[in-house]
């Protein structure tokens, strides 16, 4: 399978607590374990050309992860599409974090996608609620981060196809924070934990989660919609027949 | 309740087999079936400035009706996002027929909401699926309509919320053609029937759904979330216990 | 409208506590705010002949409400049956806290409908996560109950309709609260909050939920379809065209 | 995977026409093509003891196809219930055609599950709705039956997890003809085709869909809840903290 992992990659070189948890990049860091499992991994950053994110990239990738937080601006309108596009078309989507608010997600959901959020490094659960779902293959009932970000509801966005994961938050909050949808013939995963600052995807639970979704994902051989002016399958006999109705 | 029937109004200039069906245009005909229940009804269209949906107008509207079909490039982007805002913030939206390809629908979904078409005359038979939805209230089991045009799948719109009406075509083909969907704060029905030439709105059953679906979008007093940061509602201890994860 | 509620009526009669809580029991307590609205509200009991449910009254009932926790095995299932084939036929059915396990509720949901529980007096905070819904008119961003008995994940039922509120509990775990699910024409609403020691549904919000939800739910003049042999709407020419296949 | 095909096998034992179309049993002909994929595929049937499914045949099942028509009330009791507590544990369930009567599917959809029929020899055309389904793997945008059965909505299931088909039917009818269920861990596909007496089983297209539901619905090691009394994993501080509620 061809994965391609985008990031944003800013943090990692303007602050320097970020590039002592993630010294190879947040893209870095989830290409290792992707890359335990024969997968051809990819990565791609916002200052690449194109984003790194070509014709030629995209239609070579069968799923594509997305971190970003704070340049979701600096992407191009143009790129947006090409990546609504690909994943219409089949080619499945995961968006980490902060990317909630990213253009691509916004324009896949059609809605603000806006949420709460705190920084204050307390303990976040993720329980499983959809316990038969192929996205939590090998985790336990929950999974705990001893520190993390805090994302709260509301989380603007459609109800989800498939709600998998509700997180806990040591404040108070609770969290829709993995949740599956299918446009077109693409399937999107939102998965919440990841802050920049925290050692989020190096957890073992979070990796397999993020292993399966892949998977989940990935791009099947079904059958491709013809769109348009289409001839009738059936004789139409209402002309012949007017008097009827 | 405030409702405004938007129009894009060409085909009814354009066309004299359309002026003849509607002599008072889409618009005209749609107003006068919603008027009969006490609604406030204001209609707006394509050529006026703004396109006839101003902040003020939008502002004091509870349900927005929408028609149009061949001239969707023009309307402009910034009034799409105007009513997005308002959709999100809890303005009722009903997309009939060919606006499914409107810019407005296609932003909510998130998809590119194509399908097949064909123009011959043909017997269209709605079935309800979902009979106990107050949008089906006062129908039967089906509605049929002696000619319209055919839409087919694939409809390549998400899985709606609720799947109310499935069409079946003479000429072989079945389509989603009455769905909801949540969006926000904001209440989404797409009705299919409706092509220019037909004496549609005519129809008693097709007005019943409209006026239903006028009611079920309805805004109503329900919470305004908050975003952004958010201070705890409980004391946060982690920083004291590390130790424990 | 028409409303009964059922109560299974034991921890009133046994429990002292419980007694001081609901002094005229818990179908008296949500019969007093329900009856604010100009409803017709009868009351039920499990010890009353057919558990008070004879058929002339289910049959005069637009919205039922059931309470029931340590005696589900005592409700008997032809009444259970007789219930379900109501709901199935367009009767809205509010299912109560510890009502999860009841007979109705299972039956409707086809799942164990488990769940994890604890009585520790801590807190608990409804999240609205889909703030246009209806059943959230006139109360606020959450819910928050001093002291109630904690409800955890996984809940064992189908994935909602439409999850309205999610539930933080103090000690750690969440729970989809409050959630909605259509069976044939009829619409059912679980309402998480309400153990028997508490003063739960004397709270504002609460009752206004449930006030929303039994508006919701009420059953309205739907189309009521016909099951069995059914003859031909079109002609069909197979047999004569079976060189054609 | 171990697949277990259970059919009533009835009609092939007592109506000649069937016989000649199965003369292995609808069983033997859905093993046939099953057994093509490196599965191991058992079969059971009515009128063995338990119904040939015994707790050890069950506990070693991942998938069960159901096929039964005219003697779903000989079912027993116990053996349905067996057959519910597996699924909910992660069984995958494949429910084919006039199947949407068994016992086990009504009790596992909480609904009547009836509907409209017709043997009237007409064309049947399957449309995809969900493209990107894994169950619609290798297939065209329709599958296309010349002859079969009618089954006309309304079809009283719930809402589907996911609707994957929708059949058009030549007499004028529509019908939910392929759709998803999650109850507990376990996935359950409701699939329309296979009156008995045409060779619907022989379709290489309907067997594709089979084998794409088998292993879509296949078990995985996914986390399993623990119901019940649960302690605390947080500090309760509300009784100390009373004033403050």
Request: charged share 30%.
């Amino acid at each position: 399978m061809n994965i391609t992992i985008w990031n944003e990659n800013r943090h990692e070189n303007k602050n320097p607590e970020v590039a002592k948890v993630y010294p190879k990049g947040i893209h870095g860091a989830l290409a290792e374990f992707l890359e335990e499992e024969a997968n051809v991994v990819r990565t791609a950053t916002l200052d690449e050309p194109e984003h790194g994110l070509t014709e030629e990239v995209l239609n070579d990738t069968d799923v594509l992860l997305w971190w970003g937080h704070i340049a979701h601006d600096e992407v191009e309108d143009a790129i947006v599409t090409r990546i609504q596009d690909r994943v219409l078309d089949g080619m499945g989507l995961i968006v980490l974090h902060s990317g909630h608010l990213s253009k691509i997600f916004r324009t896949l959901m059609g809605t603000g996608c806006d949420l709460k959020w705190r920084e204050a490094d307390e303990r976040e659960r993720l329980w499983v609620v959809e316990p038969g779902h192929p996205i939590t293959e090998g985790i336990g009932e929950y999974i705990e981060m001893p520190k993390e970000e805090m994302y709260g509801e509301h989380f603007d966005i459609p109800a989800p196809d498939e709600l998998v994961f509700i997180s806990w938050f040591e404040g108070g909050e609770v969290f829709r924070s993995g949740a599956t949808f299918t446009r077109g013939r693409g399937k999107v995963f939102y998965f919440r934990p990841g802050h920049e600052t925290y050692p989020t995807y190096y957890n073992k639970d979070i990796q397999t989660v993020i292993k399966n979704a892949v998977r989940w994902s990935a791009p099947k051989n079904t059958p491709v919609p013809v769109y348009g002016n289409a001839r009738p399958l059936e004789a139409i006999s209402s002309k012949d027949t007017e008097g009827k109705n």
